[in-house]
C-alpha cells in the first residue's frame, strides 16, 4: 500500500527532477506534459518508470552533486547501463562483472554505471551487500563481511587479498545469493617501487577499479539501490588510506621497516616518508601495467577546473572539504586553500548510504 | 555616547561572563553581587572593569574555545600578564618585546598572552597592525604591512628574513609609531637537515615564537584589541605552509632541486618528498637549537587527549576540521578519522578576527 501522502512526496520529486532536466537539456521533453503523465501513473501504480534518457540524466546528475567526491570534472561522460530489467541474481552478478569488464577497458579506466531495478511499492528491489564490487576478504573493512560469508560456508578468506564474492539479496531479510568473480573480471596490480627493488616482496597488492555498489541513487523520488559505480583510483585512496590507516592493512611499519626508517621517534618523521614510498610504489605500479590512475595533485587541479566550468553554467559545487582534499600534503594540493559551498543534503539526484543490514 | 541598547547588550554579556566563571571556579566571587558591582558601573560609565581574576580566567577560555587550534591542551597553563594599565605606544612595544623573552624562555616556550588596555565607549585602545610580533617582511604575506612601513620611510625590507618593525597605533585613523624589534627579544632557528648537509646553504631560518597580535580577545562584552598571544610552532606550519606555500616562501621547487627530485611530473611525489624534508629540517633544526617544537602527530594525540579530558568536565570541544587536521599526512595523524563539535561563533570568551585596516 502507498499512502496518499508518500505519493504525493513522490511526485513532488519527480516533477522537479523533470523541470531540473527540461531546464537543463533543451532536448528533454516538454515537462508539462511528463508531469501528468507521470501524475496518472503514479495514480494507478504508486510509482513511475523513467525514460532511458532521464535515467542517463539522473545518475550524471548524481554523481555531479555527489559533494564527497574530487573527481566530477568528468560527469558529463559518465556509462548509463540501463538494467532494470534484471531481477534474478544470477543475472545481476554476471552484468556486475559485465560492468567491471566494460570498466577496466583493457586499463583504460572507464566512468560506468549499472542501474538494476528500483524498489517499488511494497516490493524493495534486490541489493548488493559488498562495500565495493571488489573488496579483499582480509581488509579489516571487511571485517563482517566476511564473517557473515564463512557463516554461510565460504570457504575462502584465509589468504590475503582474496577477492569476497558477490552477495546479491533478492529481498529484505533473504540470505544473500553467493558469487565469486570471474578471474578476468578483475584486474589487479601488484605493487613494486621504482627504486627499491624489495618492495616487490611486500607481495601486495590492489585492484584496479573502486565500484562502489552499496549506495542507493535516487532520481526523482525513484531509489535504485542496486547501481554499483565506479571512476579510477586516485593514488591517495589506495597509498594513503586502504593499505596505510591503522584500522586497514595497516602498512606504515612495514614499508618504514623496509626503508631502514626509524619508527621509535614521531619526528624522524618515518611515517610521512613511509607513506611517501608506498604512494609513490602504487603510482608506479599501475602506470607501469597501464591501468589509469590520479595523482592527488593533478586531480586536485582537475577539481578545481570543473568548479569554474559548473560556474560558467551558473551552478554551484556543493563540495565536503574534509572528503574532497586529499589525505597527503594536503596543505600542497591545490584544493586546500579555500572553502566550498557547503553539501546539500536535500540535492537530488544524489547517491544515498543506507544503513548497514 | 553608548545606547540603551549597547549597554543592556554588554551588561547581558557581562553577566553570562560571570555566572560561567562562578560555576567553573568555585573560588570565583559571589556572581549575584558582582553582576550588580558592574550594573552599577555600566551605568554610571557605560562599561566595566575586569578583576585580574576575570581576566586571567577569561583568556584562559578564550584559548579553550578556539575552534581551529590543535594546541589546546594546557589551556589552563597560559600565562596572563595584566597590562591594562599601560596605553602610551612606547610601554606597548616594550612589553611586547618582554613579552617575546619571557615566552621564549631560553627555548622552552611557554603559551603567553598580554592583555593591554581594552576599548572603552568612544574610545578605542591602541592596537597592534602586525599579524604576529614577529613576521618577516619578505614573507608574501606582510607584503601590505612591508608596503606600509617602506611608505611610511622604512629603510629595511630588503633583505632576506628581515624582521618587520612592530607597529601600535594608538587610535584609528592615526598613523602607526613603528618600533624595530631588539636583537635579543627574536631568536631564530637557522635551518638545517640531519642527513643534507648542502641545505644549510639554502640560508633559511624561522623564528621561535608565534605570536598572534592582530586579533581582539572579548571578555564578557569587553574587547581587548591589543591582547598578543603565543603558543610553541608545529613543525608543519613552517614546513608545510609558511615555507612551502605557493603564495608564502614557495621553496619546494627549490627543495626538490637540493634533493635532486623530478618536479617536471607530479607522478614523482617530487612535492610530497620536498615537504617530507622540509619539515624533517624544521623539527630537527628547532630541537638542535633547544627551541620547543610539536610535531603533527604528536600535537594531535595530545588534541584528542584535550577532548577526553574535557569531556571528563562535561564540556564539548568545538573543532574546526580542516584547521585542526594538519596539511601534512593528515590521513595518518590521529585527528583526521573523526569529526568534531562544529564551531559556535557566539562561544565566548573568545579571539577574533577583525578587518584588516
Ligand atoms: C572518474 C574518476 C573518479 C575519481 C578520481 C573519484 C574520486 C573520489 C574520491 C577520492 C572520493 C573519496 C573516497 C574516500 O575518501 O573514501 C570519492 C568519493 C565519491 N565519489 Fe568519486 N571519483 C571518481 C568517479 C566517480 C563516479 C563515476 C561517481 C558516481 C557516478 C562518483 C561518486 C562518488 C561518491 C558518491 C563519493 C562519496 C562516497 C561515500 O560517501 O562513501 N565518483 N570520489
Ligand atoms: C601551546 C602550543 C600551541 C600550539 C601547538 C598551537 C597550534 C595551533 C595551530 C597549528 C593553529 C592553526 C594555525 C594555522 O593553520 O594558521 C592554531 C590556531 C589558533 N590558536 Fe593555537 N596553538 C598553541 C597555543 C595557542 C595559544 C596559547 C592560544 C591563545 C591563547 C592559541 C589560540 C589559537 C587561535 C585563536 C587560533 C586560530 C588563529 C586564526 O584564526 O588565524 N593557540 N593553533
Same mark, same amino acid.
Given at each position: 500500500m502507498t499512502t496518499a501522502r508518500?505519493?504525493?512526496?513522490?511526485l513532488w520529486a519527480a516533477e522537479s527532477f523533470v523541470r531540473q532536466f527540461a531546464q537543463e537539456d533543451p532536448g528533454a521533453r516538454d515537462p508539462d506534459e511528463r508531469v501528468r503523465e507521470i501524475a496518472a501513473s503514479v495514480a494507478a501504480f504508486?510509482?513511475?518508470?523513467?525514460?532511458?534518457?532521464?535515467?542517463?540524466?539522473?545518475?550524471?546528475?548524481?554523481?555531479?552533486?555527489?559533494?564527497?567526491?574530487? *573527481? #566530477?570534472?568528468?560527469?558529463?561522460? &559518465?556509462? %548509463?547501463?540501463?538494467?532494470?530489467?534484471?531481477?534474478?541474481?544470477?543475472?545481476?552478478?554476471?552484468?556486475c562483472f559485465e560492468h567491471l569488464r566494460m570498466a577496466t577497458n583493457g586499463g583504460k579506466i572507464r566512468p560506468v554505471i549499472s542501474i538494476f531495478a528500483p524498489d517499488r511499492p511494497n516490493r524493495p528491489a534486490a541489493r548488493l551487500l559488498n562495500e565495493q564490487l571488489v573488496r579483499y576478504a582480509d581488509d579489516p573493512r571487511s571485517a563482517r563481511h566476511t564473517a557473515l560469508l564463512q557463516e554461510m560456508g565460504w570457504k575462502g578468506?584465509? *589468504? #590475503?587479498?582474496?577477492?569476497?564474492? &558477490?552477495? %546479491?539479496?533478492?529481498?529484505?531479510?533473504?540470505?544473500?545469493?553467493?558469487?565469486?568473480?570471474?578471474?578476468?573480471?578483475?584486474?589487479?596490480v601488484p605493487l613494486v617501487h621504482p627504486h627499491h627493488p624489495g618492495f616487490a616482496a611486500l607481495a601486495l597488492r590492489w585492484?584496479?577499479?573502486?565500484a562502489v555498489s552499496d549506495m542507493t541513487l535516487e532520481i526523482g523520488g525513484i531509489h535504485y539501490p542496486a547501481a554499483p559505480f565506479n571512476g579510477w583510483y586516485m593514488g591517495t585512496e589506495i597509498g594513503s588510506r586502504n593499505l596505510a590507516d591503522a584500522d586497514r592493512y595497516d602498512l606504515l611499519p612495514v614499508v618504514a621497516q623496509l626503508f631502514g626508517l626509524d619508527a621509535r621517534d614521531e619526528r624522524t618523521l618515518w611515517r610521512d616518508?613511509?607513506?611517501?614510498?608506498?604512494n609513490l610504489a602504487v603510482l608506479h605500479s599501475f602506470e607501469r601495467v597501464g591501468v589509469t590512475i590520479a595523482d592527488h595533485h593533478t586531480e586536485s587541479r582537475r577539481f578545481l577546473s570543473h568548479i569554474q566550468r559548473e560556474e560558467r553554467?551558473?551552478?554551484k559545487v556543493p563540495a565536503d572539504w574534509?572528503?574532497?582534499?586529499?589525505?597527503?600534503?594536503?596543505?600542497s594540493t591545490a584544493v586546500f586553500h579555500r572553502y566550498y559551498?557547503?553539501?546539500?543534503?536535500?540535492?537530488?539526484?544524489?547517491?544515498?548510504?543506507?544503513?548497514?543490514?
Amino acid at each position: 500500500m502507498t499512502t496518499a501522502r508518500s505519493r504525493a512526496s513522490l511526485l513532488w520529486a519527480a516533477e522537479s527532477f523533470v523541470r531540473q532536466f527540461a531546464q537543463e537539456d533543451p532536448g528533454a521533453r516538454d515537462p508539462d506534459e511528463r508531469v501528468r503523465e507521470i501524475a496518472a501513473s503514479v495514480a494507478a501504480f504508486g510509482t513511475y518508470t523513467h525514460t532511458s534518457e532521464e535515467l542517463t540524466y539522473g545518475a550524471r546528475i548524481a554523481w555531479r552533486n555527489s559533494a564527497r567526491c574530487i *573527481g #566530477r570534472l568528468y560527469w558529463q561522460s &559518465l556509462i %548509463v547501463r540501463d538494467l532494470r530489467d534484471l531481477t534474478h541474481p544470477d543475472d545481476i552478478a554476471y552484468e556486475c562483472f559485465e560492468h567491471l569488464r566494460m570498466a577496466t577497458n583493457g586499463g583504460k579506466i572507464r566512468p560506468v554505471i549499472s542501474i538494476f531495478a528500483p524498489d517499488r511499492p511494497n516490493r524493495p528491489a534486490a541489493r548488493l551487500l559488498n562495500e565495493q564490487l571488489v573488496r579483499y576478504a582480509d581488509d579489516p573493512r571487511s571485517a563482517r563481511h566476511t564473517a557473515l560469508l564463512q557463516e554461510m560456508g565460504w570457504k575462502g578468506g584465509h *589468504g #590475503r587479498f582474496e577477492v569476497l564474492p &558477490l552477495m %546479491v539479496q533478492v529481498a529484505p531479510h533473504r540470505p544473500p545469493e553467493c558469487y565469486e568473480l570471474p578471474e578476468d573480471a578483475v584486474w589487479e596490480v601488484p605493487l613494486v617501487h621504482p627504486h627499491h627493488p624489495g618492495f616487490a616482496a611486500l607481495a601486495l597488492r590492489w585492484h584496479a577499479v573502486p565500484a562502489v555498489s552499496d549506495m542507493t541513487l535516487e532520481i526523482g523520488g525513484i531509489h535504485y539501490p542496486a547501481a554499483p559505480f565506479n571512476g579510477w583510483y586516485m593514488g591517495t585512496e589506495i597509498g594513503s588510506r586502504n593499505l596505510a590507516d591503522a584500522d586497514r592493512y595497516d602498512l606504515l611499519p612495514v614499508v618504514a621497516q623496509l626503508f631502514g626508517l626509524d619508527a621509535r621517534d614521531e619526528r624522524t618523521l618515518w611515517r610521512d616518508r613511509a607513506l611517501v614510498e608506498l604512494n609513490l610504489a602504487v603510482l608506479h605500479s599501475f602506470e607501469r601495467v597501464g591501468v589509469t590512475i590520479a595523482d592527488h595533485h593533478t586531480e586536485s587541479r582537475r577539481f578545481l577546473s570543473h568548479i569554474q566550468r559548473e560556474e560558467r553554467h551558473g551552478r554551484k559545487v556543493p563540495a565536503d572539504w574534509s572528503w574532497i582534499v586529499p589525505p597527503l600534503s594536503s596543505g600542497s594540493t591545490a584544493v586546500f586553500h579555500r572553502y566550498y559551498d557547503p553539501p546539500d543534503p536535500l540535492a537530488t539526484p544524489a547517491f544515498r548510504h543506507r544503513p548497514m543490514p
